[in-house]
């Protein structure tokens, strides 16, 4: 198991206690809005703008906020006299006017508030101002933030969740992605920003926390390294906030990576993604100019995005979670598959359980690739490990955890890429990995990548008819004597 997995679990165990301890008192909060009918991903929202406040007073950065709406400001006040002044913070600081940080505008841009109620508002901000702040700040305001993100996605009522990414799937894609110092990274589908976050825990806990870095080098990785997008407004008001407990400055925009606002994206040396699954409302297409395939399909556009973002250095690499029609989708989606193994060494497929993200059937993949120098002919062999078949159930009371990825990255690190060796063989039909030629692949119809070799593992044994039809007459065998003897004991008894 690797020793950046296992130390990031280890470190989250040590600091998980008050952390979580904050989390589920924050979480509990939310009771006291019902009356006021806000959904919990509205309070989420909510909370991140009375915990920037909060936050930046106990990081002691509180000069980006004007004097009048730093957190003593607030805290001090009571019932409507609060609310007012609330209301007014809000829509001032998203005002680039009256405040002059740029980060937060864009965090209060267009905020609003769904609290009616002055005491409720009072109460959640005196509540806030109780908790054990010192505690938090030493295992980190960034992870704690992380920690009440997560438990909105697995709050099955606030529905976030049905399609995020679990943390330790986000690690292990970074893990083996390995992501260097001076690299660029993107995910074009941020979300809260999760696997560049993950990107940056990795990088710091590779190189020292940054202290084996140039002064240049620690700019660099502060405001260049990390960058993304995200479409939705108040995703990317919490992406902002998370990057920002993280010191990370790096380009974060809102909006469609489809459009034309996207197509900044470009030159990368390593993106990490889950894009979202679905087709464009209504059927429309993508509006960016310079993809090469047109459909409706989000993640075959996403994916096109993806490894044409890639540097042409031989190099520069992706992970990508990817639903299973991607995999299988003719016309258009396997013009794309072609024009992806072509452009790109796409060496390694991970079969993904299902029941790992919350909406019901949904099947997915990591595809793992290179971009390569030429664009054509860079895909010779595909390697495929399978975690779907044969595995435990996995849902919401029953997660996926670091053991569940033991075999894949031994697999998957064992050798370099020309020394892989199979688990499958003739004889050993169930082994989970198992390699695919570039000739074969073409061979199988849409060129598809939707494989399955692995035969369903059961408990019970198998027979022959002749076998079946003995155990059928044992069992009636067995309960004529019992009724025989019943009638005898009932005989007994009568008598």
Known sequence: ???????????EENCNVTNNEIVQKLWKMADVLRDDGISYQNYVTELTYILFLKMMKEQETESVIPKDYRWDNLVSKEGLELKKFYKKLLQDLGDPDVAKDKRLNMIYADASTSIDEPKNLEKIIKDIDTLDWYSAKHEGLGDLYEGLLEKNANETKSGAGQYFTPRVLIDVMVQLMDPKKGERLNDPAAG?????IAADHYLKEKYDDFFDLSPEEVEFQKKEALSGMELVPNTHKLALMNALLHDIEGRLDQGDSLSANGKWMKDFDLVLTNPPFGTKKGGERATRDDLTYETSNKQLNFLQTIYNSLKTDGKARAAVVVPDNVLFDSGVGESIRKDLMDKCNLHTILRLPTGIFYAQGVQTNVLFFTRGTTEKDNTKDIWFFDMRNNMRKFGKRNPLNVKDFAEFIECYKRDDMENRKETWSEDTPNGRWRK?????IKARDNTSLDVN??????????YTISEILELMQKKSNNISNAVAQLQELLGDVKE
């Open 436 to 440: 695919y030629t570039i000739e074969q």
């Open 453 to 462: 070799w692995m035969e369903a593992e059961s408990d019970t044994p198998d």
């Open 192 to 196: 809260t920003f999760g696997f560049m």
């Open 1 to 11: 198991m690797s020793n950046y997995i296992l130390l990031k679990q280890s470190n």
